[in-house]
Nanobody, 124 residues
Framework: QVQLVESGGGLVQAGGSLRLSCAAS????????MGWFRHAPGKEREFVAA????????NYRESVKGRFTISRDNAKNTMYLQMNSLTSEDTAIYYC?????????????????WGQGTQVTVSA
């Protein structure tokens, strides 16, 4: 069983930055592909970024490319999302997720474990 806990959310002005963290329990964190998703009010949950088990491959939704960076530190069982140049469109609850099959996934259906989420609010 894997437990995921997000942190680092908060209120920031447009143009600002935040760094989200996702701490994972469990012995096999380094085997898991990981991802970030977000859910804004009135919208569907959407994929933000994904990272392969060793950090060697990453994938981003188009609207965050060049602004967000996903990374992981397997020695610390932690994944990160560095978010720069934030806009009000980035306001959402951000969730981290872990899968069990090697790969790089943008579909939430490929992930088996989810955190509780952390709120990110960007003021105009």
């Amino acid at each position: 069983q894997v437990q995921l806990v997000e942190s680092g959310g908060g209120l920031v002005q447009a143009g600002g930055s935040l760094r989200l963290s996702c701490a994972a329990s469990g012995r096999f964190f380094s085997n898991y592909p990981m991802g970030w998703f977000r859910h804004a009010p009135g919208k569907e949950r959407e994929f933000v970024a994904a990272i392969a088990w060793n950090g060697g491959k990453t994938n981003y939704r188009e609207s965050v490319k060049g602004r967000f960076t996903i990374s992981r530190d397997n020695a610390k069982n932690t994944m990160y999302l560095q978010m720069n140049s934030l806009t009000s469109e980035d306001t959402a609850i951000y969730y981290c997720a872990a899968g069990r099959v090697y790969g790089l996934y943008s579909s939430p259906n490929e992930y088996d474990y989810w955190g509780q989420g952390t709120q990110v609010t960007v003021s105009a």
